[in-house]
Every structure is written in structure tokens, then in C-alpha cells.
């Protein structure tokens, strides 16, 4: 039965694959020709995709950190799946946004002709460094033998936690601080996507602890149970954050951020926030992770709710402030496909998205065959 369940996976892997690489070979053949997003919306699914997995790698290594800089002993046994998983999803972010740009193939101009005036060159540089840091932090983890790397873990994670609230918040400041976007132009942001991170990592994390951590007995219920309780936490904490971002402006009727909230929550796609976030991302996942804790089944399918309909917080960030006018009018004196507020992924968006998800399930896996990233239950210590 467990082999049959394997041999479907992989089917369905090769499915992902197969109609990812059509979606990568209409990029590299027809550009943005195919992408439904255009003078007034010029970032869409790709976008979103991209914050939604760098939320992923910066909440799996600050969690990460909590068994490498404090001493967290119940964390210790993940702190080697959660440097994988924050680096095999940085990559895969990395790998969104570099189909997002128009030429693909100047990547490397931020790094030879930078503008230190950008916040995204600032941005791009403390990814670099983070990158580094991750890929240092894991040789010394699977490596080095424990006596000699325990110390070198923790002084990186101390200078990885800065890293990674530093970029991690100014991917939050780098739609912040776009003036002519009220529905973007808040001081919240940066700390909405801190606390977005480490919700959604820490969700994901849970989800593959019990989903793939060797079944011991009581051990493996004990992290369950912490990684249960962290995370309906922070999904906690971000609603409540969510909920001042949303009720202020609303109460206040500060008109040009009103319009922006409008469209997400009562506008053509209302259900991507009321079912997709709010239901099945949220109050689903609460009531999981609240009645069964430390139930791998129930616990892992409440984490694996609320990490990926995350992904619908990002689509919520990226689409509506775009969508909102920034000109009353202005999108109706010419009229043009491309010139329209009305924006829909389209299947080539999909399929260029399916091929980034596919290359990361096949990172993983590899990671899990050739590295000891499950210990036994009996490392789990309160």
C-alpha cells in the first residue's frame, strides 16, 4: 500500500514536471507575451509566488534559530530539516522572480552595476548573504561532527536572525514605501510579513514533521504538540495584525487605502479572502491545531491548510493595491489588453509556477534520500 502511495506521487510529480516544462519553454519562446499582467498590473502570480516561498525560507530558519541560538531543546531535532526547507524554498523564490523579470539574463547586473539608492539592490544583497549563510549553516550541520559545530551554529544563526528579519521586512518595505499605493503604503507592512513567515513556515514545517518524522511513540506527539502550538499562535497574532491593517482604514474611510480593501474583500475574487484565507487558511487550521494538538494526522493537515492557503495572503498583497486606481479614470482613455485593471493568472503563469513547486518536491526529496533530515523520536527533549 505505502509503495502504491509513493508510485502515484511520483506519477503525479512527473505530471507537474512534464506541464511545468511547457510553461517554461513559452517563457523562454513567447517572454511575458503569454502572462496576463500589463501596464497597470506589472507584477502578478510570479510575484506573489515569490514573497509567499522567501515567507517560507525566513520563517523555517528563524525557527531554525530558536534551537541553534537559544537552546530551544524540543526544537533541536528539527533544526537540520529547517535549514533545508529554508533553502530549498529560497531557491525556489529566487527561481519565481527571475521568470518575472523581462531579461532574465541581466540577473547578474545588480551585482556588477548596483544602485545603492534601490532598496531592492539592498534587497538582492542581503538575499546573496543570506544564501551564503544558509549554504554554510548546512555543511556545518550534516558535516561537521557535532562537538566542534554546535558553536559555529549558533554565531551563524546569531548573524542570520538580523539577515533574515532585515530582507524578509524589506520585501514588506519595498511595497511599503511605494507612496503611490495607499493600499501598499503602510507603516504595518514590513512587520505583517515578519509575522506572515514565521505563520506560514512554521505551518509548512509542521505539515512535513507529520507527515514524514518516524513514528516512536511519544516523542514525535511532544513536537507535533510545540509545532502545533506555535503555529495556531502566530496564525493568532497575524489575524489580529491583520485585522487593525484592515479595520483602521475602513473605520477611518481613508479613501484611497478604502478602495484597495473594497476590491479584496467584497470585489470579483471576495472568496480568495473569505474562503481561501480566511476559512480554510485560518479558522479551519484553528480549530485543528486547538482540538487535536498533538495528533500528527489532524495537526499535519491543519499546518498544511494554513501553509498553503498563505498563499492566498500573498495574492491579496500583490493584486488589489495594484488593481486600485491611482487615477481616477485613467483606465479607460485607452482602451488596449494591456492596459485594463481586471487581472487573472493565466494557465502559462500556472504552468511556469507548477514547474518552480515541481524542481522544489524534487530538491526534497533528494534531501531526504541522501541526508538525515528525520532523527528518531527519542532526540525530542522538553
Not at 105 to 110: A, G, K, L, Q, T
Not at 140 to 155: C, H, M, S
Not at 316 to 337: D, Y
Amino acid at each position: 500500500m505505502k509503495s502504491r502511495y509513493g508510485l502515484m506521487g511520483w506519477v503525479l510529480w512527473g505530471a507537474l514536471l512534464t506541464l511545468g516544462l511547457v510553461g517554461v519553454w513559452q517563457r523562454f519562446t513567447y517572454g511575458h507575451h503569454l502572462a496576463n499582467y500589463g501596464s497597470f498590473i506589472p507584477w502578478g502570480l510570479w510575484v506573489a509566488a515569490y514573497i509567499y516561498f522567501v515567507g517560507l525560507s525566513a520563517g523555517a530558519f528563524l525557527l531554525s534559530s530558536l534551537a541553534y541560538i537559544f537552546k530551544v531543546k524540543a526544537l533541536e531535532a528539527i533544526g537540520r530539516l529547517a535549514l533545508v526547507v529554508a533553502t530549498i524554498t529560497l531557491f525556489m523564490a529566487l527561481l519565481s522572480i527571475w521568470f518575472d523579470i523581462g531579461h532574465m539574463e541581466r540577473f547578474w547586473y545588480v551585482f556588477t552595476r548596483p544602485n545603492f539608492y534601490s532598496m531592492m539592490a539592498w534587497m538582492i544583497w542581503m538575499y546573496t548573504a543570506y544564501f551564503l549563510l544558509l549554504l554554510a549553516e548546512l555543511g556545518i550541520a550534516f558535516w561537521v561532527a557535532p562537538a566542534k559545530g554546535e558553536r559555529w551554529l549558533r554565531v551563524l544563526g546569531v548573524l542570520g536572525v538580523p539577515l533574515a528579519i532585515a530582507f524578509h521586512g524589506g520585501v514588506g518595505a519595498l511595497f511599503a514605501v511605494v507612496g503611490a499605493r495607499s493600499y501598499w503604503h503602510s507603516a504595518l507592512f514590513p512587520i505583517l510579513f515578519l509575522t506572515g513567515a514565521l505563520t506560514s513556515g512554521t505551518a509548512f514545517l509542521l505539515a512535513v514533521v507529520a507527515r514524514f518524522w518516524p513514528d516512536c511513540g511519544e516523542g514525535r506527539r511532544q513536537l507535533v504538540r510545540l509545532l502545533s502550538q506555535i503555529t495556531l499562535g502566530m496564525i493568532l497574532l497575524d489575524l489580529l495584525l491583520e485585522w487593525s491593517e484592515i479595520s483602521v482604514p475602513l473605520w477611518g474611510n481613508v479613501a484611497p487605502h478604502v478602495e484597495g480593501l473594497h476590491i479584496m474583500l467584497f470585489g470579483p475574487f471576495w472568496w480568495v479572502f473569505w474562503i481561501g484565507h480566511l476559512l480554510l487558511g485560518s479558522l479551519v487550521p484553528i480549530y485543528l491545531l486547538a482540538r487535536h494538538p498533538d495528533n500528527p494526522k489532524w495537526a499535519g493537515l491543519g499546518g498544511a491548510l494554513a501553509a498553503i492557503f498563505f498563499m492566498t495572503v500573498r495574492l491579496n498583497i500583490v493584486i488589489p493595491g495594484q488593481v486600485a486606481s491611482i487615477l481616477p479614470g485613467l483606465e479607460g482613455a485607452i482602451q488596449h489588453p494591456r492596459l485594463t485593471t481586471f487581472y487573472v493568472p493565466s494557465a502559462h503563469e500556472w504552468l511556469v509556477l507548477a514547474f518552480v513547486v515541481a524542481v522544489g518536491i524534487l530538491m526534497f526529496a533528494v534531501a531526504k534520500r541522501r541526508l538525515a533530515l528525520f532523527g528518531s523520536a527519542s532526540e525530542v527533549k522538553r
